[in-house]
């Protein structure tokens, strides 16, 4: 792929030279493709960060048809940088894109865009521990009209955020809320693509149960509101007496996360049993009042792993237990040193990026 480079702006910012927030900093430089079906993917560039320049009558901004994705750099001890396997996430934005009727990327094409942007962009990355640099490759459509129809043309951009630890003193337990009340997505429906529409479908309940405590709401199937799916922005898993790793198997409204697929991996290699099942959730509380279910986390990229203290349902609360446990310790430990670099990679999951030291 051609990308053009432009020159960075007078009001360039040096790198990481002030404190910075998760979501709010971004860094200044930007990747942008547009689609065409006339011409294809093309016009390939990395210039300065800036607003984007969009009719008010834009597909994106009433039929809601775009989809986005989530991965992150890290800094190895040796000053290099690792993408935790960022094929995962180019390979999910295509199916993302299939299901929302969006043209797809080439894959290879996306990948060496990001891989072109984090690298000009590597001073970014910082060096903290847990710190990252976020990723977060964006889809829209862009035809001009009122009319309800698949977007003929397509702007895909990558913009990057400097990220802190997620869990900023220590590894915190996040409390869950079990939604009856609302769904997220529907078997058929987009749960299993990355689209910004699940996430807006979800906002009423994560704000109504914040000022009760709970830092997530844990989605149930739409059709029975039984069966466990996911977490807000994380897959979620049960741990049975220590040694027993389960989690929902993916239903097709579920998003297929990285973070869990690596957890499903890994797992038996460090000596756990780990299954995908259909879970339903009178079941789980029953398991947890009982003792068997000793821990309860939460996986994705953004925590990697996060310990669940307590799962409110129904105006009930289930404690699990107060401190991380051993089990969402070890996984965090072990997927965290193979995404830094600290240990060796044996899924050869990690793609390094060497940059000026
Ligand atoms: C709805 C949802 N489920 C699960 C995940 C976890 O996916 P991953 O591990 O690929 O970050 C995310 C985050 O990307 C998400 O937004």
């Known amino acids: 792929m051609q990308i053009t480079i432009e020159p960075l702006g007078p009001d360039a910012r040096k790198p990481l030279a002030e404190p910075f927030t998760f979501g709010k900093t971004f860094t200044n430089r930007m990747f942008s493709q547009k689609y065409s079906p006339e011409l294809g993917w093309h016009d390939a560039r990395i ?197 027993r790793i389960v989690t929902p198997a993916l239903s097709g409204s579920i998003l297929e996360g990285v973070t869990r697929d690596s957890v499903l991996k890994l797992a038996p290699t460090l000596g756990y049993e780990a299954e995908e099942t259909r879970l339903d959730i009178h079941d789980v509380l029953r398991d947890i009042e009982r003792g068997e279910i000793t821990e309860v986390f939460g996986m994705g990229t953004a925590a990697v792993i996060a310990p669940v203290d307590r799962l409110g349902y129904q105006g009930k609360d289930y404690f699990v237990r107060e401190a991380p446990g051993p089990v969402a310790q070890h996984l965090f430990k072990t997927l965290t040193d193979i995404q830094y670099g600290r240990a060796p990679d044996p899924f050869n999951w990690t793609l390094k990026i060497e940059v000026p030291q």
């Open 47 to 243: 210039g300065p960060y800036r607003p984007l320049v969009l009719d008010p009558a834009t597909v994106v901004l009433h039929y809601a048809q775009e989809v986005f994705e989530g991965t992150k750099a890290y800094r190895r001890p040796d000053g290099h940088i690792n993408l935790f396997r960022p094929w995962e996430n180019v390979a999910r934005m295509n199916r993302s894109a299939r299901r929302m009727a969006m043209a797809e990327l080439d894959p290879e094409s996306h990948l060496e865009a990001i891989v072109t942007l984090v690298r000009l962009e590597h001073e970014w990355v910082p060096r903290g521990e847990f710190e990252s640099l976020y990723i977060r490759p964006t889809l829209i459509a862009t035809d001009i009209g009122l009319g309800v129809y698949a977007s003929k043309t397509y702007l895909h951009y990558i913009i990057l955020s400097p990220a802190g630890p997620y869990f900023g003193s220590g590894f915190k337990p996040v409390s869950v809320y079990v939604s009856t009340d609302y769904v997220r997505a529907v078997r058929g429906g987009t749960g299993a693509a990355k689209t910004g529409g699940n996430y807006a479908a979800s906002l009423l309940e994560s704000e109504r149960v914040k000022p009760l405590g709970y830092q997530q709401v844990l989605w149930l199937d739409a059709v029975e509101r039984r069966y466990v799916e996911e977490v807000g922005a994380m897959n979620i898993a049960f741990v049975y007496n220590g040694r």
